[in-house]
Every structure is written in structure tokens, then in C-alpha cells.
Nanobody, 122 residues
């Protein structure tokens, strides 16, 4: 199994930036495709971005395309989500998840972190 821990969330003004980190332990993160999801109060958990094992496939949700960038550093057992030009509608708890296949469907991921809060003020 792999354990995931997110960090880097916080409060930022609209137009600002944050970088979220997803740290893995237990098993090397290089085995897994990694996804980022977010969930705002009253909403379902939604796909944000994912990255394949090789790093060569990086699908994004349309709502974040061009603003967010996902990357991975397998040597450090880390995956990152760089978030630029943040908007109030980006406010949510952000989760990273791991699975052996790359998918946009939250229910198909086997391993999840506990989440980190991102709040964007207008």
C-alpha cells in the first residue's frame, strides 16, 4: 500500500498562486498514476488533473487548463500541483490519489490522502 499526505494549502487572494504537494510513503510513488481532485462544500469530488507514471500524460479539467500544472519527482516520492491565477471558485479541499491506471474517475482510485484546504478570496 501507499500512504499519501497533501500539503501546501492555504488562503490566497484571487490571482495568486499556490503549490500543493503530495508526499508518498510505504511504496514508491513511481508505481502509480496520480490524480488531484477537489471538493467544495455541497459538491461532489471533482477531477482536477492527473499524471501518468512516465509523466508524459497529464490530463486536466477544462476549468483549470492553462492555470494549473501537475508534475512529479519520483526521486523525492512527490507529486505537485502548481496553481496560478487562482479564482474564488477554486476554493475547495484538494486531495491527491493514487492508482495503477490513469483515470478521471474518483471512484477508481484506490489510495487517497486526507486533503488540504485551499481558500481563494475575492
Amino acid at each position: 500500500q501507499v500512504q499519501l499526505v497533501e500539503s501546501g494549502g492555504g488562503l490566497v487572494q484571487a490571482g495568486g498562486s499556490l503549490r500543493l504537494s503530495c508526499s508518498a510513503s510505504g511504496r514508491t510513488i513511481s508505481r502509480y498514476q496520480i490524480g488531484w481532485f477537489r471538493q467544495a462544500p455541497g459538491n461532489e469530488r471533482e477531477f482536477v488533473a492527473a499524471i501518468s507514471r512516465s509523466g508524459g500524460i497529464t490530463p486536466y479539467a477544462d476549468s483549470v487548463k492553462g492555470r494549473f500544472t501537475i508534475s512529479r519527482d519520483d526521486a523525492k516520492n512527490m507529486v505537485y500541483l502548481q496553481m496560478n491565477s487562482l479564482k474564488p471558485e477554486d476554493t475547495a479541499v484538494y486531495y491527491c490519489a493514487a492508482d495503477l491506471k490513469i483515470t478521471r474517475v474518483a471512484g477508481e482510485y484506490d489510495y487517497w490522502g486526507q486533503g488540504t484546504q485551499v481558500t481563494v478570496s475575492s
